[in-house]
Protein backbone atom coordinates (compact mmCIF):
# COMPACT_ATOMS: atom_id res chain seq x y z
CA UNK A 1 0.00 0.00 0.00
CA UNK A 2 1.50 3.44 -0.86
CA UNK A 3 2.09 6.28 1.61
CA UNK A 4 -1.26 7.87 -0.18
CA UNK A 5 -3.63 4.97 0.26
CA UNK A 6 -2.18 4.60 4.07
CA UNK A 7 -3.82 7.98 4.29
CA UNK A 8 -7.55 7.87 2.52
CA UNK A 9 -7.59 4.60 4.73
CA UNK A 10 -7.06 6.45 7.89
CA UNK A 11 -8.82 9.35 7.29
CA UNK A 12 -12.11 6.59 6.40
CA UNK A 13 -11.37 5.06 9.80
CA UNK A 14 -11.22 8.26 11.72
CA UNK A 15 -14.12 9.50 10.36
CA UNK A 16 -16.07 6.45 11.01
CA UNK A 17 -14.79 6.63 14.38
CA UNK A 18 -15.85 10.02 14.84
CA UNK A 19 -19.36 9.17 13.36
CA UNK A 20 -19.62 5.96 15.64
CA UNK A 21 -18.72 7.72 18.89
CA UNK A 22 -21.15 10.91 17.63
CA UNK A 23 -24.72 9.06 17.44
CA UNK A 24 -25.25 8.09 21.14
CA UNK A 25 -25.29 12.19 21.60
CA UNK A 26 -27.24 13.76 18.50
CA UNK A 27 -30.60 13.70 20.79
CA UNK A 28 -29.25 15.80 23.05
CA UNK A 29 -28.03 18.36 20.42
CA UNK A 30 -30.29 20.85 19.13
CA UNK A 31 -30.29 24.24 16.53
CA UNK A 32 -31.17 27.06 18.13
CA UNK A 33 -32.37 28.98 15.45
CA UNK A 34 -34.70 25.42 13.98
CA UNK A 35 -36.56 25.59 17.81
CA UNK A 36 -37.20 29.08 17.58
CA UNK A 37 -38.62 28.77 13.85
CA UNK A 38 -41.00 25.69 14.72
CA UNK A 39 -42.04 26.74 18.27
CA UNK A 40 -43.36 30.13 16.58
CA UNK A 41 -44.85 28.56 14.18
CA UNK A 42 -48.84 28.10 13.94
CA UNK A 43 -49.20 24.63 13.32
CA UNK A 44 -52.75 23.89 11.11
CA UNK A 45 -55.49 21.40 11.62
CA UNK A 46 -55.30 20.27 8.64
CA UNK A 47 -52.37 18.55 6.22
CA UNK A 48 -50.35 21.16 4.69
CA UNK A 49 -50.87 20.04 1.25
CA UNK A 50 -54.69 20.78 1.24
CA UNK A 51 -55.96 23.24 3.15
CA UNK A 52 -59.04 23.37 1.61
CA UNK A 53 -60.02 19.87 3.66
CA UNK A 54 -60.16 22.52 7.14
CA UNK A 55 -62.35 20.69 9.02
CA UNK A 56 -64.75 23.41 11.34
CA UNK A 57 -65.57 23.37 14.48
CA UNK A 58 -68.56 26.09 14.24
CA UNK A 59 -71.95 25.86 11.90
CA UNK A 60 -71.48 29.47 10.06
CA UNK A 61 -74.32 28.64 7.90
CA UNK A 62 -76.69 28.13 10.99
CA UNK A 63 -76.16 31.91 11.59
CA UNK A 64 -77.07 32.81 8.15
CA UNK A 65 -80.27 34.46 8.25
CA UNK A 66 -83.01 31.20 6.03
CA UNK A 67 -84.69 32.87 3.66
CA UNK A 68 -88.10 33.24 3.38
CA UNK A 69 -90.69 30.66 2.25
CA UNK A 70 -94.40 30.87 1.81
CA UNK A 71 -96.51 28.53 3.17
CA UNK A 72 -98.98 28.23 0.46
CA UNK A 73 -101.33 25.59 2.57
CA UNK A 74 -101.79 27.86 5.25
CA UNK A 75 -105.69 28.71 6.40
CA UNK A 76 -107.43 30.64 8.36
CA UNK A 77 -110.96 31.13 9.12
CA UNK A 78 -113.49 33.81 9.35
CA UNK A 79 -116.59 35.03 11.12
CA UNK A 80 -119.29 37.70 9.71
CA UNK A 81 -119.97 40.06 12.16
CA UNK A 82 -121.62 42.98 10.48
CA UNK A 83 -123.77 43.27 6.99
CA UNK A 84 -124.64 46.98 6.91
CA UNK A 85 -121.94 47.91 6.57
CA UNK A 86 -119.91 44.35 5.81
CA UNK A 87 -116.88 43.52 8.47
CA UNK A 88 -115.33 40.06 8.63
CA UNK A 89 -113.39 38.74 11.12
CA UNK A 90 -110.13 36.91 10.05
CA UNK A 91 -108.50 34.57 12.31
CA UNK A 92 -105.05 33.79 11.60
CA UNK A 93 -105.13 35.58 8.65
CA UNK A 94 -101.06 35.96 8.80
CA UNK A 95 -98.33 33.13 10.43
CA UNK A 96 -95.67 34.19 12.70
CA UNK A 97 -92.93 33.77 10.05
CA UNK A 98 -94.45 36.06 7.79
CA UNK A 99 -95.04 38.31 10.91
CA UNK A 100 -91.41 38.07 11.45
CA UNK A 101 -90.20 38.98 8.03
CA UNK A 102 -92.87 41.58 7.66
CA UNK A 103 -91.56 43.44 10.98
CA UNK A 104 -88.10 42.71 10.03
CA UNK A 105 -88.31 44.68 6.11
CA UNK A 106 -90.36 47.81 7.75
CA UNK A 107 -88.27 48.14 10.56
CA UNK A 108 -85.51 50.67 9.16
CA UNK A 109 -88.94 52.19 6.84
CA UNK A 110 -91.24 53.54 9.62
CA UNK A 111 -91.99 57.37 9.48
CA UNK A 112 -94.43 59.79 11.09
CA UNK A 113 -97.72 59.12 9.61
CA UNK A 114 -99.48 61.38 7.16
CA UNK A 115 -103.42 61.22 5.80
CA UNK A 116 -104.31 62.85 2.32
CA UNK A 117 -105.88 66.07 2.89
CA UNK A 118 -107.15 68.34 0.10
CA UNK A 119 -105.00 66.04 -2.20
CA UNK A 120 -101.94 65.95 -0.64
CA UNK A 121 -99.98 63.81 1.73
CA UNK A 122 -99.13 66.26 5.18
CA UNK A 123 -98.70 65.52 8.97
CA UNK A 124 -101.98 65.85 11.64
CA UNK A 125 -102.75 65.72 15.13
CA UNK A 126 -105.56 63.28 14.03
CA UNK A 127 -103.06 60.75 13.35
CA UNK A 128 -100.08 60.59 15.45
CA UNK A 129 -98.92 56.84 14.54
CA UNK A 130 -95.98 55.99 12.68
CA UNK A 131 -96.23 54.00 9.43
CA UNK A 132 -93.83 52.52 6.77
CA UNK A 133 -94.56 51.25 3.24
CA UNK A 134 -93.88 47.77 1.68
CA UNK A 135 -92.17 46.62 -1.41
CA UNK A 136 -94.28 44.62 -3.58
CA UNK A 137 -91.56 42.44 -4.71
CA UNK A 138 -90.58 41.04 -1.02
CA UNK A 139 -91.59 37.90 -0.72
CA UNK A 140 -93.28 38.00 2.45
CA UNK A 141 -95.07 40.70 0.97
CA UNK A 142 -96.36 38.91 -1.89
CA UNK A 143 -97.36 35.70 0.02
CA UNK A 144 -100.11 37.74 1.97
CA UNK A 145 -101.16 39.96 -0.81
CA UNK A 146 -101.75 36.53 -2.65
CA UNK A 147 -103.70 35.12 -0.21
CA UNK A 148 -105.99 38.22 0.43
CA UNK A 149 -106.02 38.43 -3.01
CA UNK A 150 -107.58 34.62 -3.50
CA UNK A 151 -109.92 35.96 -0.34
CA UNK A 152 -111.37 38.93 -2.43
CA UNK A 153 -112.43 36.83 -5.34
CA UNK A 154 -114.61 38.25 -8.00
CA UNK A 155 -114.10 41.45 -6.38
CA UNK A 156 -111.53 42.50 -8.08
CA UNK A 157 -110.48 42.27 -11.75
CA UNK A 158 -107.10 40.78 -12.81
CA UNK A 159 -105.20 42.71 -15.18
CA UNK A 160 -106.97 45.84 -14.41
CA UNK A 161 -107.53 46.49 -10.57
CA UNK A 162 -104.79 45.47 -8.15
CA UNK A 163 -104.07 45.24 -4.68
CA UNK A 164 -102.43 48.09 -3.79
CA UNK A 165 -99.19 48.92 -2.27
CA UNK A 166 -99.21 47.80 1.51
CA UNK A 167 -98.27 49.59 4.65
CA UNK A 168 -97.86 48.79 8.20
CA UNK A 169 -98.80 51.46 11.09
CA UNK A 170 -97.40 51.32 14.65
CA UNK A 171 -98.86 52.53 17.61
CA UNK A 172 -96.63 53.41 21.31
CA UNK A 173 -98.69 54.70 24.51
CA UNK A 174 -100.66 57.33 23.77
CA UNK A 175 -100.97 57.26 19.88
CA UNK A 176 -104.34 56.98 18.06
CA UNK A 177 -105.99 57.75 14.68
CA UNK A 178 -109.05 59.60 14.84
CA UNK A 179 -112.36 58.81 13.36
CA UNK A 180 -111.41 58.45 9.48
CA UNK A 181 -112.23 56.52 5.96
CA UNK A 182 -110.26 54.92 4.04
CA UNK A 183 -111.43 55.57 0.45
CA UNK A 184 -111.19 58.76 -1.00
CA UNK A 185 -113.78 61.79 -1.67
CA UNK A 186 -111.87 62.27 -5.05
CA UNK A 187 -110.62 59.49 -7.23
CA UNK A 188 -106.88 58.92 -7.21
CA UNK A 189 -104.94 59.30 -10.52
CA UNK A 190 -103.06 55.67 -11.86
CA UNK A 191 -99.69 56.01 -10.86
CA UNK A 192 -98.79 54.45 -14.62
CA UNK A 193 -99.80 57.71 -15.95
CA UNK A 194 -102.70 56.90 -17.79
CA UNK A 195 -106.37 58.64 -17.95
CA UNK A 196 -107.59 56.05 -15.32
CA UNK A 197 -108.83 56.53 -11.58
CA UNK A 198 -108.90 54.24 -8.78
CA UNK A 199 -110.07 54.18 -5.44
CA UNK A 200 -110.02 52.05 -2.38
CA UNK A 201 -112.29 49.25 -2.68
CA UNK A 202 -112.41 47.32 0.68
CA UNK A 203 -109.55 47.31 3.65
CA UNK A 204 -107.62 44.45 5.63
CA UNK A 205 -106.31 45.52 9.00
CA UNK A 206 -104.22 42.83 9.91
CA UNK A 207 -102.36 42.95 13.66
CA UNK A 208 -98.60 41.78 13.89
CA UNK A 209 -97.79 43.04 17.11
CA UNK A 210 -100.00 43.27 20.04
CA UNK A 211 -97.92 43.74 23.12
CA UNK A 212 -100.62 46.04 24.21
CA UNK A 213 -103.33 47.47 26.34
CA UNK A 214 -106.01 49.41 24.69
CA UNK A 215 -106.01 50.64 21.06
CA UNK A 216 -108.67 48.97 19.60
CA UNK A 217 -110.14 49.78 16.01
CA UNK A 218 -113.22 51.26 16.30
CA UNK A 219 -116.00 51.17 14.32
CA UNK A 220 -119.19 53.38 15.60
CA UNK A 221 -121.36 52.34 12.56
CA UNK A 222 -121.34 48.29 12.33
CA UNK A 223 -123.78 46.44 14.41
CA UNK A 224 -124.79 42.78 14.87
CA UNK A 225 -126.65 41.12 11.72
CA UNK A 226 -129.25 40.30 13.84
CA UNK A 227 -130.49 42.28 17.11
CA UNK A 228 -129.92 41.15 20.65
CA UNK A 229 -132.45 37.92 22.18
CA UNK A 230 -135.49 38.67 23.93
CA UNK A 231 -134.11 36.87 26.26
CA UNK A 232 -130.85 39.15 26.89
CA UNK A 233 -127.89 36.58 25.78
CA UNK A 234 -124.28 38.34 25.52
CA UNK A 235 -123.66 39.35 21.87
CA UNK A 236 -121.82 37.12 20.28
CA UNK A 237 -117.90 38.66 20.44
CA UNK A 238 -115.50 36.17 19.20
CA UNK A 239 -114.28 33.59 21.49
CA UNK A 240 -117.21 33.50 23.49
CA UNK A 241 -117.36 30.53 25.74
CA UNK A 242 -113.93 29.31 24.56
CA UNK A 243 -111.02 28.41 26.47
CA UNK A 244 -107.74 28.49 26.21
CA UNK A 245 -105.19 25.28 26.57
CA UNK A 246 -104.91 25.93 30.00
CA UNK A 247 -108.64 26.28 30.51
CA UNK A 248 -108.99 29.75 30.94
CA UNK A 249 -111.50 31.48 29.46
CA UNK A 250 -110.64 33.57 26.05
CA UNK A 251 -111.10 37.06 25.76
CA UNK A 252 -113.64 38.36 23.88
CA UNK A 253 -112.22 39.57 20.43
CA UNK A 254 -114.83 42.56 19.88
CA UNK A 255 -117.19 44.35 21.93
CA UNK A 256 -120.31 46.64 22.12
CA UNK A 257 -118.96 50.23 22.49
CA UNK A 258 -120.67 52.22 25.08
CA UNK A 259 -121.16 54.75 22.63
CA UNK A 260 -122.65 52.43 19.93
CA UNK A 261 -120.96 50.20 17.09
CA UNK A 262 -118.21 47.80 17.67
CA UNK A 263 -114.57 47.73 18.74
CA UNK A 264 -112.34 44.95 18.35
CA UNK A 265 -108.86 44.12 20.23
CA UNK A 266 -105.90 43.85 18.75
CA UNK A 267 -104.68 40.12 18.41
CA UNK A 268 -101.58 39.29 16.70
CA UNK A 269 -102.21 37.32 13.15
CA UNK A 270 -105.63 38.07 13.12
CA UNK A 271 -107.54 41.07 10.81
CA UNK A 272 -110.40 42.64 10.31
CA UNK A 273 -111.89 43.01 6.39
CA UNK A 274 -114.83 45.65 5.19
CA UNK A 275 -115.68 46.98 2.17
CA UNK A 276 -115.09 50.90 1.66
CA UNK A 277 -117.67 51.72 -1.84
CA UNK A 278 -121.31 51.15 -2.84
CA UNK A 279 -121.85 49.13 -5.53
CA UNK A 280 -122.36 52.55 -7.75
CA UNK A 281 -118.63 53.30 -6.53
CA UNK A 282 -119.26 56.25 -4.07
CA UNK A 283 -117.68 55.65 -0.45
CA UNK A 284 -119.68 54.05 2.52
CA UNK A 285 -119.51 56.26 5.59
CA UNK A 286 -120.83 53.73 7.60
CA UNK A 287 -117.12 52.01 7.02
CA UNK A 288 -115.88 55.12 8.85
CA UNK A 289 -113.59 54.08 11.99
CA UNK A 290 -110.88 54.62 14.63
CA UNK A 291 -107.82 53.75 16.71
CA UNK A 292 -108.74 54.05 19.61
CA UNK A 293 -105.26 55.57 21.70
CA UNK A 294 -102.66 52.99 23.17
CA UNK A 295 -102.96 52.97 26.71
CA UNK A 296 -99.75 51.08 27.07
CA UNK A 297 -97.27 49.10 25.22
CA UNK A 298 -96.98 48.58 21.08
CA UNK A 299 -99.24 47.38 18.29
CA UNK A 300 -98.06 47.11 14.80
CA UNK A 301 -100.77 46.08 12.50
CA UNK A 302 -100.54 46.30 8.43
CA UNK A 303 -102.80 47.93 5.72
CA UNK A 304 -103.65 46.44 2.79
CA UNK A 305 -105.94 48.81 0.36
CA UNK A 306 -106.88 46.66 -2.74
CA UNK A 307 -107.92 49.32 -5.67
CA UNK A 308 -110.82 49.40 -7.88
CA UNK A 309 -110.39 50.94 -11.39
CA UNK A 310 -112.81 53.13 -13.70
CA UNK A 311 -112.88 53.11 -17.18
CA UNK A 312 -110.97 55.95 -19.22
CA UNK A 313 -112.40 59.29 -19.08
Known sequence: MTGTGIVKAASIWAGGLLLGLSIPYLPRLSSPRLTSFIGDFPVPDYPFAF??????????TALAKAPFVCDASHTYRTELVSLEPLVIYIHDLITPAEIASLLE???????????????????TSDRTSS?????RDDPAVMCV?????????????????????PQLVRYTSGERFNMHHDWFDNLQWAPD??????NRAASFFAILQDNCTGGETYFPYAKPIVPASPRGEVMWQGNLNQRQSDGTAMKPLWREHEDGGLAFRPVAGNAIFWVNLHAN??????????GLPLDQGLKTAMNIWPRHYYPYE
Open 281 to 290: GTGDVRTNHA
Open 145 to 165: LNRTRSFLGTMLRDGWDEMGP
Open 131 to 135: SAGLP
Open 105 to 123: TAEPRFAPSQVTKYGRQQQ
Open 51 to 60: PFLKSHTGNT
Open 193 to 198: GSSRKW
